[in-house]
């Protein structure tokens, strides 16, 4: 995987912004693997994906987030400052291939959800959601040694699979745990690498394009000379134009 190029994450996000989350987000990878085969990317786990969603936001406007939450008792706002290290969970080792949990009689066998999965099931509620993701995910089921399929499986079973996902692949759920100032109330947000990478590019998409409008109406330069200079020496020549 290598660092994208001004010019790519232009035509991503051209591209992108009438596309799907995930899409989005196999499109970048994509392109910083060289136009890897979509197919491959999207089979990753979601975790693994995140993981190289990380690296490659981490090359592209270097480690640190910041954003914002609220707090769900007092609505108090919240501004955060977030190293990309806090946000990497160290990979496990069983996370491709097939997993297994036991409990009562049933024996479940299931993989990790991947992006195509996500593609599949998205939209609508969460927990339609989430059980459209189970029942693709999971390969085999026996209730006391003998195979079934035709029952809905014990809220426990669930449980128990939905954790042991969690287990394997912990990046594919990023938590942070959050403090209220104001109140003191404590609890956890989801961070979605995806949803804020793409954020991010949207805003930086939108403000270099003003920036090569800018320089380009100044001094005739083309778009890709512009786009080929650093940001440090765009910045510079916008300087000079604003006086």
Avoid: K
């Amino acid at each position: 995987m290598r660092p994208l190029s001004a010019v790519e994450l232009l035509e991503i996000w051209e591209r992108g912004i009438t596309h799907s989350a995930v899409e989005r987000t196999l499109a970048l990878l994509a392109a910083a693997h060289g136009e890897a085969l979509l197919e491959a990317l999207a089979h990753l786990s979601i975790g693994q994906r995140d993981a190289l969603l990380l690296t490659l936001r981490e090359w592209t406007f270097g480690p640190r987030f910041v954003g914002l939450a609220t707090c769900p008792a007092c609505g108090e706002r919240l501004e955060l400052t977030v190293e990309a290290a806090d946000l990497r969970v160290a990979a496990v080792a069983e996370a491709t291939g097939e997993l297994s949990v036991q409990v009562a009689d049933y024996t479940v066998r299931f993989r990790l959800p991947t992006s195509l999965d996500v593609a599949i099931c998205g939209g609508g509620d969460l927990e339609h959601v989430r059980d459209a993701l189970l029942q693709r995910c999971i390969l085999q089921i026996q209730r006391a040694g003998v195979e079934t399929s035709s029952e809905p499986l014990p809220t426990a079973v669930v449980e128990a699979i939905v954790s042991r996902m969690a287990e394997v692949d912990p990046q594919a759920d990023v938590q942070l745990a959050l403090t209220c100032p104001q109140c003191s109330h404590r609890w956890q947000a989801c961070f979605d690498i995806g949803a804020y990478f793409w954020c991010e590019i949207d805003a930086w998409a939108q403000r270099t394009l003003r920036e090569v409008h800018i320089l380009a109406s100044h001094y005739g330069w083309r778009e890709m000379d512009i786009l080929a200079m650093s940001a440090r020496r765009r910045q510079w020549y916008l300087n000079l134009v604003h006086g």
